[in-house]
């Protein structure tokens, strides 16, 4: 209201027509000032239409971004109950298999049981089908006093028992009974052999004991024209430690001699000749 005073005070005095000098120079300056103030109002009032608009259209902005925002929430939340529904069916998949996989290992284990209940009567059933090895006779095995006794001589390859015909056979070979080539001389270590020998068969029993001795067709000497002389000697000679030993009766004791004939394998070698000459004795008991 006193910005509009003024200039109805101006208006007036033009009007009037007579103006004092010192008012008309009082109304320029308050006119202009009026001016002044209604431009910065103007100004003012622009400022403000276009803070305004700023305003709204930062308001359609906020809007269209909430509105977004709320789409994405509404879409996220789908997404999350889709997760979920997801999740479930995955865990029930994953709880019906465990379930089939217990099934099938209890299936498993069931079939192995059956496996292994139609191996055991198969096998029962080959057993029962298979010959059966013949029992050996008492007779034919061997008294492990002489195993013991010979242990040495099997170990070293210069022995071995055999079972069979119905008893036990003894063999040793040349290097057992320390003979001497082309000697029937029975050297002190060969008698400690058959000390041991004749300790084991001092069991009591009632028994028949054969002395065979063997040897090769390279025997020719002054005192042994053959290797049957040889193998006789030599035969004789344990006979008669064994007697000297009471192993058996006198009359159950018997001794052979043989050469070629009964090679174990043709003398064509140092070795097959060493394993040709050899004493056997054979214990059947009674």
Do not use: W
């Not at 103007?42 to 803070?51: D, G, I, P, Q, V």
């Not at 009974?177 to 000390?195: D, H, M, Q």
């Not at 004991?209 to 030599?234: C, G, K, N």
Request: glycine letters at 4%; charged letters at 25%; a positive charge.
């Amino acid at each position: 209201m006193t910005r509009v005073l003024p200039a109805l005070l101006l208006i007036s005095v033009f009007i009037g027509g007579c103006v004092p000098l010192n008012m008309h120079g009082a109304l320029r300056e308050a006119f202009e000032k009026v001016e002044a103030e209604n431009q910065a109002i103007k100004n003012e009032s622009a400022r403000a239409l276009a803070e305004s608009k700023r305003l709204q259209q930062e308001a359609v902005s906020l809007k269209a971004e909430n509105e977004a925002l709320a789409r994405q929430a509404k879409d996220l939340a789908a997404t999350l109950q889709q997760v979920n529904r997801d999740r479930a069916a995955l865990a029930e998949q994953a709880a019906s298999a465990r379930s089939a996989l217990a099934a099938r290992e209890a299936e498993k284990a069931a079939l192995a049981a059956k496996a292994e209940e139609h191996a055991v009567a198969l096998r029962q059933m080959e057993a029962s089908m298979s010959p059966k090895p013949p029992a050996v006779p008492e007779k034919e095995k061997p008294s492990p006093a002489l195993e013991a006794a010979l242990k040495d001589e099997v170990a070293n390859g210069n022995g071995s028992i055999r079972r069979g015909d119905g008893g036990v056979t003894i063999e040793l070979l040349e290097p057992a009974l320390y003979f001497n080539s082309a000697s029937a001389t029975i050297r002190p270590e060969g008698l400690k052999v058959l000390k041991r020998i004749a300790v084991a068969l001092k069991d009591g029993t009632d028994k028949e004991i054969r002395v065979e001795a063997h040897t090769d067709v390279m025997i020719q000497t002054s005192r042994f024209p053959s290797s049957m002389d040889l193998s006789v000697a030599r035969a004789n000679g344990v006979l008669r430690y064994l007697k000297t030993q009471d192993v058996a009766a006198p009359s159950r004791l018997s001794a052979v001699g043989y050469a070629e004939p009964h090679a174990a394998m043709a003398s064509d070698g140092s070795q097959s000749r060493s394993r040709n000459r050899r004493v056997e004795i054979i214990v059947r008991a009674k």
